[in-house]
C-alpha cells in the first residue's frame, strides 16, 4: 500500500489530504483541517471537557499540548504564534505538523507516517526556508518521503491532475500558461506557469488576510473588535455586541478592498505583458471567497477562476502530485506481480 499525503499547515488551519493507493488503485482517501492554536496542555476538571480535549491533544518531545479548538478554548491562543516568516523553526509548527498527521492517521485507521508526504511554504520564503522545513520534516517523520514545494503549485497541481492523480482529461500542462494567486492567512502567495514550466520571478508574496482582519479590527474599535474576532468576522459579517447582531458587511468590504487593490498591484507586477496570454488566474485559499470577486471586479481579467473547495485546494493538490508520484514509479516497474 501506498499513501500520499498533502500537508498545508497553514496560518489559519493546517489542512491535510491522504490517500492510500494499492497498485495504483485509490483505496481510502479522507481531508481534515482544523484551527491554527496551540498551547500547553493542562489538567481539566471534568469528563467532558477531557473526552473533548483528547482528539485535540498531542505529545510532542515529552510534553503535552492542546491544538485545535481545545486550544483556543482552554488556552485563549491568540493567533500569534503563525503570523512570522519563520514559523517553521518554532516548536508550534512542529507540534501542528505532529497533531495532523497523528489526527489523519486515526482517521485513515491504518499507518501514515511512511508515506511520500508533501508540504508546502509561502513563495517568498520558498528559496531560504525549503531545506530548513524538509529537514525538519524528515526529523518528525523520519520514515517518510518529504517533498516541499511553494505553496502555489499546491492549486497549479489541481488542475494538471485529477482527485486520483491522472492527468486531467483536457487540459495539456505543457501548452498551458497561468497564474496562481494563493490568498492564505499571513501571506498571499504568486506563481506563473508558462507552457508547464513555474517561472522563478513569478513567485513572490504580499500580505494575507490578516492585513485585512486587521483593518477590520480598526473600523470597529468602538466594538473592542480583537484580532481572532476581526478574521472570523471576515466571513460571518455579523458582530454580536452585548446581545445585538450588528451587520458589519459594509466593513468587511472596505477592510477586503485595502488587501484586494494590494494584491491586484502585485498581480500586475508578476503577470505583467503575460497577463493576456495566460489561460486562466487560479484564485485559491482561504481568502479567495471574498477577494476573488473583488479582484475580478477590481481588474475586469475575465479569466480569473475561483476554485472549488479553495481553502483546501494546496493540500488537495500535493497530494494529488503525490499520486502522480507514486503512478509515475509503478509504471517503470516491469509489471504488477513483479515486485513482492
Given at each position: 500500500?501506498?499513501?500520499?499525503?498533502?500537508?498545508?499547515?497553514?496560518?489559519?488551519?493546517?489542512?491535510?489530504?491522504?490517500?492510500?493507493?494499492?497498485?495504483?488503485?485509490?483505496?481510502?482517501?479522507?481531508?481534515?483541517?482544523?484551527?491554527?492554536?496551540?498551547?500547553?496542555?493542562?489538567?481539566?476538571?471534568?469528563?467532558?471537557?477531557?473526552?473533548?480535549?483528547?482528539?485535540?491533544?498531542?505529545?510532542?518531545?515529552?510534553?503535552?499540548?492542546?491544538?485545535?479548538?481545545?486550544?483556543?478554548?482552554?488556552?485563549h491562543d491568540g493567533m500569534?504564534?503563525?503570523?512570522?516568516?519563520?514559523?517553521?523553526?518554532?516548536?508550534?509548527?512542529?507540534?501542528?505538523?505532529?497533531?495532523?498527521?497523528?489526527?489523519?492517521?486515526?482517521?485513515?485507521?491504518?499507518?501514515?507516517?511512511?508515506?511520500?508526504?508533501?508540504?508546502?511554504?509561502?513563495?517568498?520564503?520558498?528559496?531560504?526556508q525549503r531545506d530548513v522545513?524538509?529537514?525538519?520534516?524528515?526529523?518528525?517523520?523520519?520514515?517518510?518521503?518529504?517533498?516541499?514545494?511553494?505553496?502555489?503549485?499546491?492549486?497549479?497541481?489541481?488542475?494538471?491532475?485529477?482527485?486520483?492523480?491522472?492527468?486531467?482529461?483536457?487540459?495539456?500542462?505543457?501548452?498551458?500558461?497561468?497564474?496562481?494567486?494563493?490568498?492564505?492567512?499571513?501571506?498571499?502567495?504568486?506563481?506563473?506557469?508558462?507552457?508547464?514550466?513555474?517561472?522563478?520571478?513569478?513567485?513572490?508574496?504580499?500580505?494575507?488576510?490578516?492585513?485585512?482582519?486587521?483593518?477590520?479590527?480598526?473600523?470597529?474599535?468602538?466594538?473592542?473588535?480583537?484580532?481572532?474576532?476581526?478574521?472570523?468576522?471576515?466571513?460571518?459579517?455579523?458582530?454580536?455586541?452585548f446581545g445585538r447582531e450588528?451587520?458589519?458587511?459594509?466593513?468587511?468590504?472596505?477592510?477586503?478592498?485595502?488587501?484586494?487593490?494590494?494584491?491586484?498591484?502585485?498581480?500586475?507586477?508578476?503577470?505583467?505583458?503575460?497577463?493576456?496570454?495566460?489561460?486562466?488566474?487560479?484564485?485559491?485559499?482561504?481568502?479567495?471567497?471574498?477577494?476573488?470577486?473583488?479582484?475580478?471586479?477590481?481588474?475586469?481579467?475575465?479569466?480569473?477562476?475561483?476554485?472549488?473547495?479553495?481553502?483546501?485546494?494546496?493540500?488537495?493538490?500535493?497530494?494529488?502530485?503525490?499520486?502522480?508520484?507514486?503512478?509515475?514509479?509503478?509504471?517503470?516497474?516491469?509489471?504488477?506481480?513483479?515486485?513482492?
Amino acid at each position: 500500500m501506498s499513501t500520499s499525503v498533502g500537508l498545508d499547515i497553514g496560518r489559519s488551519s493546517p489542512k491535510i489530504v491522504i490517500a492510500q493507493t494499492v497498485d495504483g488503485g485509490i483505496v481510502s482517501r479522507q481531508e481534515l483541517l482544523f484551527p491554527t492554536a496551540v498551547c500547553p496542555a493542562i489538567p481539566l476538571s471534568t469528563d467532558t471537557a477531557m473526552q473533548r480535549a483528547a482528539v485535540d491533544t498531542v505529545t510532542y518531545e515529552g510534553t503535552q499540548w492542546f491544538v485545535g479548538d481545545t486550544a483556543i478554548l482552554q488556552g485563549h491562543d491568540g493567533m500569534g504564534s503563525g503570523l512570522r516568516d519563520d514559523w517553521v523553526r518554532t516548536t508550534e509548527h512542529a507540534v501542528l505538523a505532529v497533531a495532523a498527521i497523528e489526527k489523519a492517521q486515526r482517521l485513515m485507521a491504518s499507518d501514515i507516517k511512511s508515506g511520500c508526504i508533501i508540504t508546502g511554504l509561502p513563495s517568498k520564503l520558498y528559496r531560504s526556508q525549503r531545506d530548513v522545513l524538509k529537514a525538519e520534516m524528515k526529523r518528525l517523520f523520519p520514515n517518510a518521503t518529504i517533498r516541499v514545494l511553494p505553496q502555489p503549485l499546491g492549486v497549479w497541481n489541481t488542475l494538471v491532475f485529477d482527485a486520483n492523480g491522472h492527468q486531467q482529461a483536457g487540459f495539456d500542462a505543457d501548452s498551458n500558461n497561468y497564474g496562481v494567486v494563493e490568498i492564505g492567512q499571513y501571506t498571499t502567495d504568486f506563481a506563473l506557469i508558462k507552457r508547464g514550466v513555474d517561472i522563478e520571478h513569478g513567485y513572490d508574496s504580499v500580505a494575507g488576510m490578516t492585513a485585512a482582519a486587521e483593518e477590520l479590527a480598526r473600523l470597529l474599535a468602538d466594538y473592542q473588535v480583537d484580532l481572532p474576532r476581526a478574521t472570523a468576522l471576515l466571513e460571518k459579517r455579523t458582530l454580536k455586541h452585548f446581545g445585538r447582531e450588528i451587520d458589519v458587511s459594509n466593513e468587511v468590504r472596505e477592510a477586503a478592498t485595502a488587501l484586494t487593490r494590494l494584491i491586484h498591484q502585485k498581480a500586475q507586477q508578476i503577470f505583467g505583458r503575460d497577463l493576456g496570454d495566460l489561460d486562466g488566474i487560479a484564485i485559491a485559499g482561504g481568502g479567495a471567497p471574498l477577494i476573488g470577486p473583488l479582484l475580478q471586479e477590481l481588474s475586469g481579467w475575465e479569466h480569473i477562476r475561483i476554485q472549488q473547495k479553495p481553502r483546501m485546494a494546496v493540500a488537495e493538490g500535493l497530494c494529488r502530485l503525490g499520486l502522480a508520484i507514486t503512478r509515475a514509479g509503478l509504471a517503470k516497474r516491469p509489471s504488477a506481480t513483479a515486485v513482492a
